[in-house]
């Protein structure tokens, strides 16, 4: 009688399993990303070139445009998920004060002069409205306001009310600066005030996200004295 040999059984290794499922899953994965014909919308850094010295843009410009682009997987792939590393396509304005919209087929054809890799379809009509104003600057004047300086009584400004800076400038679109007083009165706060006065003030007007000043603060100053007799219309109300 022929003995019976006893084949020793292979202990179950998951962790064999789950290296060759994850080998083919990626073997499969890249064999996918090298096929051409994939399309994909992505959002592509964009840079407008226009004269910011003469132009301003009234309402936020795009800072990317959704493109419809088709190629292999690794392209759409890097473009999908590293956009940080893409350069920003540049978009001329040349006439910006005529320009609402982007012109698609500009920008598709900028598009497909620096994407060489990837087929530029076309651009995703959405966020294409542009707005721009001519950037003007104006100066204004700043004045104090002296008839409203609360003194304590018989305390009177003995001095010129000393304003640093005296004006100021602000730039900005022409059509909301055209809208500007060329003045500005300047309140001076403070009650029943009994010394000379040296303080630093905010400038509170023409706080806008597309105005620039040229300061946010003015510097006032200015000197108080003590009547030691009656002003002459005091006199004269006594008197009678």
């Excluded at 500007?180 to 005030?193: A, E, N």
């Amino acid at each position: 009688m022929n003995a019976e040999v006893n084949v020793p059984k292979q202990p179950f290794n998951p962790g064999k399993w789950l290296i060759c499922f994850v080998g083919a899953g990626l073997f499969w994965i890249m064999n996918a990303l090298n096929k051409e014909g994939y399309s994909l919308n992505v959002e592509y850094p964009v840079h407008f070139q226009f004269n910011d010295l003469e132009y301003i843009p009234t309402t936020a410009l795009p800072r990317t445009v959704r493109v419809n682009v088709s190629g292999d997987g690794w392209d759409l792939l890097r473009l999908s998920w590293l956009p940080f590393r893409t350069e920003p396509v540049n978009y001329a304005v040349n006439n910006p004060m005529r320009a609402s919209i982007i012109n698609t087929s500009a920008m598709t054809a900028a598009l497909a002069d620096q994407v060489k890799s990837l087929k530029v379809n076309y651009v995703v009509a959405d966020t294409l409205e542009i707005n721009f104003d001519h950037r003007i600057t104006k100066t204004i004047r700043l004045i104090p306001d002296s008839t409203h300086i609360d003194l304590l009584p018989r305390y009177v400004v003995s001095s010129v009310i000393n304003l640093t800076p005296a004006t100021i400038t602000v730039q900005g679109p022409a059509r909301l600066l055209r809208g500007f007083s060329d003045t500005l009165l300047v309140k001076i706060p403070g009650r029943r005030v009994a010394a000379n006065y040296d303080e630093e003030l905010p400038i509170t007007a023409y706080k806008h996200p597309l105005v620039q000043r040229s300061s946010d603060k003015v510097f006032v100053s200015f000197e108080v004295g003590e009547l030691l007799s009656p002003l002459p219309s005091d006199n004269k109300k006594g008197n009678r």
